[in-house]
């Protein structure tokens, strides 16, 4: 099954809010991928992290590698409209070349 | 989504029927996947392929064939359709391992 355990499941925003997310996993992960899905599109890369501990800032999108190379975290900092989407956490759990994908967090910005 | 197409975009099968989905890349990347996309469980990896004529199963391999007899084609192949396996179908390439990954438009397919 999954090994990787995403939350939430949904948010419901204020335009102008802050979001937080996060990836957790059973084994480690040398990589973390962060992406977006838009609806009727296939996901699109936000961020990609490689070492333990690496925060790493897109725009408004700020993601880390957590130390136990075990879990990562996603935020977007001041919420707009065009943040709605489903934003998943990815890695590959140890099969070279398998990329696996969490459950997704689905986000709706009201204004 | 440049760099990926997916056939067909649309299909509607009948229980027990054969089909054949079409993912090409004119990007040269070595690796390649097939994912089913459902409600509220994100993106579960079917098959993938880490180089011409080699192939993989990933989470959920059955009912699924794939084969890559090119380097720049991934088939994935439903024998006999089942409706558990209404779904929007998505393949995504990747040059290198760990670094990102393209994914085509989509095929939704409906079986009933």
């Known amino acids: 099954g999954q090994q990787l355990n995403q939350s939430p499941q949904s948010m419901f925003i204020q335009e102008g809010e802050d979001v937080s997310m996060n990836c957790t996993s059973s084994s480690i992960f040398n990589t973390w991928l962060w992406y977006k899905q838009e609806p009727g599109e296939g996901p699109v890369l936000l961020i990609a992290l490689y070492k333990a501990g690496e925060l790493t800032s897109n725009g408004r999108l700020t993601a880390q590698f957590g130390i136990t190379r075990k879990d990562s975290f996603l935020n977007i900092s001041a919420s707009i409209p065009s943040d709605v989407g489903i934003y998943f956490c990815?890695?590959?759990?140890?099969?070279?070349?398998?990329?696996?994908f969490g459950a997704g967090t689905q986000v709706v910005v009201t204004p | 989504n440049a760099g990926v197409t997916q056939t067909p975009k649309f299909r509607v099968l009948k229980t027990g029927q054969s089909m054949t989905l079409l993912c090409a890349q004119d990007?040269?990347?070595?690796?390649m996947y097939w994912y089913r996309q459902d409600p509220g469980m994100g993106l579960r990896l079917i098959h993938y392929?880490?180089?011409?004529?080699?192939?993989a199963k990933g989470e959920v391999p059955d009912g699924y064939n794939v084969s890559r007899l090119k380097k720049q084609n991934f088939l994935l192949g439903l024998e006999s359709a089942a409706p558990s396996q209404t779904s929007v179908y998505f393949c995504a390439i990747m040059r290198v391992v760990n670094t990102e990954a393209f994914f085509g438009q989509g095929t939704r397919l409906t079986v009933v």
């Open positions: 392929s880490v180089g011409e004529g080699t192939t």
């Open positions: 990007m040269n990347h070595e690796y």
């Open positions: 990815a890695g590959p759990p140890g099969s070279w070349g398998k990329l696996q």
